[in-house]
């Protein structure tokens, strides 16, 4: 059983769990299509170049119309890298459309020298697997197809003692050529495994596991840059009296306030809110794609309420209370200084208010 969850792991998920994988998926996509989109760009030289010469080379003139749709796909394909997301589905399923292209090419090489054994076929059933991060049996069913689609072209087309010596030789470099895609993809993997720990370490607050400073701006910022995207509320919250927590009770206990509210609202926003702390005992909520007051009024209430009842002094009989300022995005501010300006602004107004303990930017 270990043997067999070991190989499924391997050639379903690159020799990782199944949920570390699902986590790296889309920077896998990206990898692809940065690597594949350079490619597209040799390919089309290529077959550019091989259409050219076969207007005047007769030994290439028999692949002429191939090379003229290798060269027109690979052109279209170019434009399409160009709008397309790097983490688009439709962009893998473009990569291993140009792998079979890839490997057709090789066919029609094979079929212009019948009386050699395939040697550029051999060579892209090695090489494209090396350039393409992905679950391993995809690539396993990618080769196994084009190497029959050869052998079975080949059986019509070569003599048979030369199509012995291409079954022998495809049967064996398929195999290679799949091991390969198994390890190149497990190092590969694994590369982005720990450039994702160490991304995590960087943008994680240490005292409360949620985001830091730099993480909170960057992602609010890259929301804001979206054009497609026109709203949302920003809520800038922080202990009341903090200063005087520490004096009375002492570092310990202020930083286990830190901690408590930190873990509070962890409890409460699960929905992929941006949550964080930008320092000292203020932190940061943007919820994306609302502009509903309603909703900020109600939720901020609820924050205040519930991290007054979740956060824990030594002193029973003391209350510890968090004040939040909101603001609302409508599309209006460039960048998160100008938001968090509003929000503060909030946060001073809820500061002054002793009963509400929030106030909304107007």
């Known amino acids: 059983m270990v043997i067999l969850k070991t190989l499924r792991n391997y050639f379903v998920y690159c020799g990782i769990e199944k949920e570390e994988?699902?986590?790296?998926?889309?920077?896998?996509?990206?990898?692809?299509?940065?690597?594949?989109?350079?490619?597209?760009?040799?390919?089309?030289?290529?077959?550019?170049?091989?259409?050219?010469?076969?207007?005047?080379?007769?030994?290439?003139?028999?692949?002429?119309?191939?090379?003229?749709?290798?060269?027109?796909?690979?052109?279209?394909?170019?434009?399409?890298?160009?709008?397309?997301?790097?983490?688009?589905?439709?962009?893998?399923?473009?990569?291993?459309?140009?792998?079979?292209?890839?490997?057709?090419?090789?066919?029609?090489?094979?079929?212009?020298?019948?009386?050699?054994?395939?040697?550029?076929?051999?060579?892209?059933?090695?090489?494209?697997?090396?350039?393409?991060?992905?679950?391993?049996?995809?690539?396993?069913?990618?080769?196994?197809?084009?190497?029959?689609?050869?052998?079975?072209?080949?059986?019509?087309?070569?003599?048979?003692?030369?199509?012995?010596?291409?079954?022998?030789?495809?049967?064996?470099?398929?195999?290679?050529?799949?091991?390969?895609?198994?390890?190149?993809?497990?190092?590969?993997?694994?590369?982005?495994v720990l450039a994702r720990k160490i991304n995590i370490q960087k943008d994680t607050d240490d005292m409360t596991g949620l985001r830091n400073k730099g993480a909170l701006t960057r992602e609010i910022n890259a929301f804001l840059e979206d054009v497609t995207k026109d709203c949302g509320i920003l809520l800038v919250l922080d202990v009341d009296k903090f200063k005087s927590i520490n004096d009375t009770y002492g570092h310990d206990v202020g930083d286990s306030v830190i901690i408590q509210f930190g873990d509070f609202l962890k409890s409460i926003f699960k929905d992929g809110e941006i949550v964080g702390r930008f320092g000292g005992d203020e932190f940061i909520v943007f919820i994306r794609d609302t502009k509903d007051m309603e909703l900020a009024e109600k939720i901020a209430a609820s924050v205040v309420t519930g991290a007054t009842e979740h956060i824990r002094v030594p002193d029973a009989e003391r209350k510890v209370h968090v004040s939040v300022g909101v603001a609302i995005y409508r599309g209006l501010e460039a960048n998160y200084s100008e938001i968090f300006k509003k929000a503060d602004i909030a946060l001073y107004e809820a500061k002054a208010d002793p009963e509400m303990h929030y106030h909304i930017y107007k």
């Open 21 to 192: 994988y699902n986590a790296l998926k889309k920077d896998a996509y990206v990898s692809n299509f940065i690597i594949w989109r350079i490619m597209h760009f040799f390919m089309a030289a290529v077959f550019l170049f091989l259409y050219l010469s076969s207007l005047f080379n007769h030994l290439l003139r028999v692949n002429r119309f191939f090379y003229m749709l290798a060269f027109i796909y690979t052109a279209g394909v170019i434009v399409f890298f160009f709008i397309l997301k790097k983490d688009a589905l439709i962009a893998q399923l473009l990569i291993y459309l140009s792998m079979s292209l890839l490997l057709l090419f090789g066919c029609f090489v094979s079929q212009s020298n019948p009386n050699a054994p395939a040697t550029t076929f051999i060579a892209f059933l090695l090489i494209t697997p090396m350039f393409m991060v992905d679950k391993p049996f995809f690539m396993a069913i990618e080769l196994g197809a084009a190497s029959t689609v050869f052998l079975i072209w080949m059986y019509y087309v070569k003599p048979y003692e030369v199509w012995t010596v291409d079954l022998v030789n495809v049967i064996i470099y398929t195999t290679a050529g799949i091991f390969l895609n198994v390890i190149a993809n497990s190092v590969r993997i694994r590369e982005f």
